[in-house]
C-alpha cells in the first residue's frame, strides 16, 4: 500500500528558530494536508495543497507541494512555545469531488525551548 | 468552519461490556467520515470508512463485528467497540469530509477509551 515518510521524527530546538519537516512518497498525490496534533487532542487541519508547485502560507507557517507530486515540506517560522506538538503529513490521492481516505506520515515531533 | 464534536471525550469500562461513541459534524453535511485509532507514540490508523446510508468499509485487519460503525445521517456517527477487551483500550478519532472539500477531513477531539 502507500507509504509516507516523514522526516524528521523529532526536532528540539530554540524559540524563535525555523522549522523544517517533510514528506515523501513513492507513489504521486493529488493532495497533500499538514496536520498539527496537540496531546490528547484531534489533529487540526494547518494547510491544504492541490496542485504540484504550489506554496501556501497560513501565518508563521508555509508548505510546498513538490513539483513530482510525491513530495511536501512544512516550514514554520520564528518558532514560539505554543508550536510544540507532533506535525502530521497526509496525502490523497483523489483531486476532487469526492472523499478518499488519507495516508498519514509517522508524525514530527517538535519541542521548543524558551 | 467546520466543527467536529466527538462524546464522549473520556471513557472507562469493564472488560466485556460494549461502549458506543458519537462523532457529530456541527456545521456542516458530512458525507463521508472516517473512524481512526491511535496508540501512543504512533500515527493515526484508518479503521474504516462511512458515507451517509450506506454500510461501512472497513480496512483490512479491522473486526467489523467488533466495532459497530453506524452512520445514520449527515452529521453523525457512531462507533460502537463491542465486548470491549483491555486491547481495545485506545485513543479513537473520527474525522468527517464533505463533498467539496477537496479530501480535507476535519477531525474531532477524540475519545480516549479504558478497558479494565
Known amino acids: 500500500g502507500q507509504q509516507l515518510n516523514q522526516s524528521p521524527q523529532s526536532m528540539f530546538i530554540q524559540e524563535g528558530e525555523d522549522v523544517s519537516m517533510n514528506c515523501t512518497s513513492s507513489?504521486?498525490?493529488?493532495?497533500w494536508l499538514w496536520y498539527k496534533q496537540d496531546p490528547g487532542e484531534g489533529p487540526v487541519l494547518l494547510i491544504a495543497?492541490?496542485?504540484?508547485?504550489e506554496l501556501t502560507s497560513n501565518g508563521r507557517l508555509t508548505a510546498q507541494f513538490g513539483t513530482t507530486r510525491k513530495d511536501s515540506f512544512l516550514n514554520i517560522s520564528a518558532s514560539i512555545p505554543s508550536d510544540v506538538g507532533i506535525y502530521f503529513c497526509?496525502?490523497?490521492?483523489?483531486?476532487?469531488?469526492?472523499?478518499?481516505?488519507?495516508?498519514f506520515g509517522k508524525g514530527t515531533k517538535l519541542t521548543v525551548n524558551p | 468552519g467546520a466543527v467536529v464534536s466527538q462524546h464522549p471525550s473520556r471513557v472507562i469500562c469493564k472488560s466485556g461490556t460494549s461502549v458506543k461513541i458519537e462523532c457529530r459534524s456541527l456545521?456542516?453535511?458530512?458525507?463521508?467520515m472516517f473512524w481512526y485509532r491511535q496508540f501512543p507514540k504512533q500515527s493515526l490508523m484508518l479503521m474504516a470508512t462511512?458515507?451517509?446510508?450506506?454500510?461501512?468499509?472497513?480496512e483490512q485487519g479491522v473486526e467489523k463485528d467488533k466495532f459497530l460503525i453506524n452512520h445514520a445521517s449527515l452529521t453523525l456517527s457512531t462507533l460502537t467497540v463491542t465486548s470491549a477487551h483491555p486491547e481495545d483500550s485506545s485513543f479513537y478519532i473520527c474525522?468527517?469530509?464533505?463533498?467539496?472539500?477537496?479530501?480535507?477531513?476535519?477531525f474531532g477531539p477524540g475519545t480516549r477509551l479504558t478497558v479494565l
Open positions: 474525522s468527517a469530509s464533505y463533498l467539496s472539500s477537496y479530501n480535507e477531513q476535519f
Open positions: 507513489s504521486i498525490f493529488n493532495t
Open positions: 495543497l492541490y496542485k504540484a508547485g
Open positions: 497526509a496525502g490523497s490521492s483523489r483531486s476532487q469531488g469526492g472523499s478518499e481516505k488519507l495516508v
Open positions: 456545521d456542516f453535511q458530512a458525507t463521508t
Open positions: 462511512s458515507n451517509e446510508g450506506s454500510k461501512a468499509t472497513y
